[in-house]
């Protein structure tokens, strides 16, 4: 394939053709006008804008496919673009660089990194974000990196680039966060929640060819939700739609982290596995993580898993009953939604065997109304870590190019 340089800014292109392109390894003009239901000469010219700003190139011209443009063969040109996708977990921060084509090319994880909701914080994303760039060369050429998209968790506003959840410092002045990754990166940034932008990564990575409607259920070390209706990301009003971990579920007296009490979160999600396993190891119960909290030290979500992987009972237990509280709450929104597919993900699900899901199905069985349940596959992320960063950038790519 030859590599060329794109000149200035995309011309305009319709949503449907740049996906349908962007969809195929090669392709005939004729491919794409049948697909997107457009006229040929309709895709003729909005291919010639693709091949003029050097996003689009000729392959070859395949014998016995007779004369004329309809006859050449066409690829994306991997190359010619490229977009950065941030993933800021609660353990861990993951950054991934994507070429045109969708292909994660480069990525690495700062496992020793520690979410805290401090500016000191935010500025250490930005200089892993920037020493992740820098990076590149000389392999690649980062003057072409597009979009940077950073995934964080709680509630975000996409389209306004502002985060209620965290970030949210008065010091920014009148700039919105993503304004101010954009500032100070040097590269245009937005933010997403970082349940969509898993969501996104699992949807775009396959089964955007199998299913319109799906859910995707985040748990990690907080629990989120992302709705897919007709192949698009739901939002809601002010982009803070999926908040399923808020939702009051249990008289517990428990305080969560929004302020409130009784959150399904405090009793689903590795925030709450770590309450629990540590009040069970206070008690006297035996665990592999024992030495931990003999240590003085806080289980994280690293060691939640290390203890299912190396299968102790405590955790196994713990975990098994988390499955099927949070069963009860899938089966509610199978009843609700009755979509065509729930998608586990998170760190939860990232473990050698899946304790999680044995309960969960169980108690989706036994809730869900027979008649909403029927046909619904419930999988587990086949991304697994990798889905945030993934989802990142292809939300980087699709905002790069949301006006063509």
């Not at 994303?125 to 709680?154: E, M, N, W």
């Not at 989706?364 to 870590?385: C, F, H, P, Q």
Request: with cysteine.
């Amino acid at each position: 394939m030859t590599s060329q340089q794109p000149s200035g800014t995309p011309m305009q292109l319709s949503e449907k053709i740049l996906r349908s392109i962007l969809s195929r390894e090669s392709f005939f003009i004729s491919d794409i006008a049948r697909e997107t239901d457009t006229s040929l000469t309709t895709a003729i010219k909005y291919l010639n804008r693709m091949i003029q700003d050097g996003y689009v190139v000729p392959l070859d011209k395949p014998s016995g496919q007779g004369k004329g443009r309809r006859s050449v063969r066409y690829g994306v040109n991997p190359g010619c673009a490229y977009f950065v996708g941030v993933d800021v977990q609660n353990f861990g921060l993951s950054i991934g660089l994507m070429n045109f084509s969708g292909e994660i090319i480069r990525s690495t994880t700062d496992s020793s990194f520690r979410f805290e909701n401090t500016f000191g914080a935010l500025e250490y994303v930005c200089t892993s974000v920037l020493r992740f760039i820098d990076g590149l060369a000389p392999d690649i050429d980062k003057s072409r990196i597009a979009t940077v998209c950073i995934a964080l968790s709680g509630r975000v506003n996409t389209l306004r680039g502002t985060s209620a959840s965290i970030f949210a410092f008065e010091n920014l002045g009148d700039l919105s966060l993503a304004d101010f990754f954009t500032e100070r990166l040097g590269y245009p940034v937005i933010i997403e929640n970082d349940t969509k932008t898993k969501a996104w990564g699992e949807y775009t990575a396959g089964l955007s060819k199998r299913f319109s409607n799906l859910l995707y259920v985040n748990i990690s070390w907080g629990l989120g939700l992302c709705i897919i209706i007709d192949g698009k990301i739901y939002r809601g009003m002010n982009g803070f739609s999926g908040e399923l971990g808020h939702i009051h579920a249990f008289d517990n007296n428990v305080m969560c982290h929004c302020g409130k009490k009784g959150c399904l979160e405090t009793e689903v999600s590795g925030r709450a596995v770590a309450r629990i396993l540590t009040g069970h190891i206070l008690d006297g119960e035996n665990s592999i993580l024992s030495p931990v909290i003999a240590a003085g030290k806080e289980i994280t979500m690293d060691d939640i898993i290390r203890a299912l992987d190396q299968e102790d009972p405590l955790t196994q237990e713990i975990i098994d009953t988390t499955g099927q509280k949070l069963g009860e709450q899938i089966a509610m929104l199978i009843n609700l939604f009755n979509p065509e597919a729930v998608v586990i993900g998170g760190s939860m699900v990232c473990t050698e065997v899946n304790y999680l899901m044995y309960s969960l199905k169980i108690s989706i069985n036994k809730y869900a109304l027979k008649i909403m349940s029927r046909g619904v596959e419930i999988l587990t992320s086949r991304l697994r870590d990798k889905a945030g960063i993934t989802g990142a950038c292809m939300l980087a790519r699709q905002h790069a190019f949301k006006d063509l």
